[in-house]
C-alpha cells in the first residue's frame, strides 16, 4: 500500500492575487491553531505569486482544513490545498521519525 506523510503545513495555490496574509490566516482560521500563514512574494516586483503555506499546530487541524477547503471558491476562483511538500531530505526524514507517515 502507498504511504504519504501527512504533516501539519499545507500548500495553497490558486489563490487570488489580492489575498493578503492575513486573508490566508482568517481562511484557515476556523480548523485550529495556526502557527503560520505565509504567501509566496515575488521579490521582483514584491506582490504575491498567488500560493503560500499555512501551518498548523496540530496535523489534525491541518488534515480537516485540506478536506474541507480543497476545492472551494474563493473570491471567484478555485483553490488547491495540499500536504506540503518537505523541500530537503532532512526534512522529510524528521517527519518520518515524528511518525507523522500514513497509508492511504
Known sequence: MAK???GSQLF???LSFYTTNKD???LFSPFG???EARLVIDPR???PK???FVTFESDVDAQNALK???GKIING???FVEVAKPTRPEDRDASIKRGTEISE
Do not use: D, E
Open 12 to 14: 495553497v495555490s490558486r
Open 33 to 35: 491553531t495556526i502557527t
Open 50 to 52: 498567488g500560493f503560500g
Open 68 to 70: 474541507a477547503m480543497n
Open 4 to 6: 504519504r506523510l501527512l
Open 24 to 26: 490566508l490566516k482568517r
Open 77 to 79: 476562483g478555485i483553490i
Open 45 to 47: 516586483t514584491q506582490r
